[in-house]
């Protein structure tokens, strides 16, 4: 194509790789919290869906019934991560403009 520098695309390109990835190692030190049954048990996830931390407030231990306390941390973990990644797709988007990257943003 005539008058297409193709150079400068792949450029261009390639900065806006190294910002991604610059801004996906912050993400991994910020983190957001989430919490399931009245606050009893809370996630907390850093912005690359890792969790860091599960806090279990002693209320929520019934010995005799396991199961609510396994949905509790599950829809917790869940909420966890899906904060996470809402919050990683809005920075990254930031970054690129909004244009959707395939798996990127």
Request: charged content about 30%.
């Amino acid at each position: 194509m005539p008058g297409v520098d193709l150079n400068y695309f792949i450029r261009q390109a390639n900065k806006l790789t190294e910002k991604i990835e610059e801004r996906k190692q912050k993400l991994a030190d910020e983190t957001v919290e989430a919490k399931a049954g009245d606050g009893r048990v809370t996630v907390v996830a850093n912005g690359i869906q890792e969790i860091r931390s599960i806090k279990i407030d002693k209320e929520a231990i019934d010995p005799n019934d396991t199961s609510m306390l396994e949905d509790l941390i599950t829809a917790a973990v869940n909420a966890a991560l899906a904060s996470s990644r809402q919050h990683m797709q809005s920075e990254l988007a930031k970054i690129s403009g909004g244009i959707k990257i395939p798996g990127v943003t």
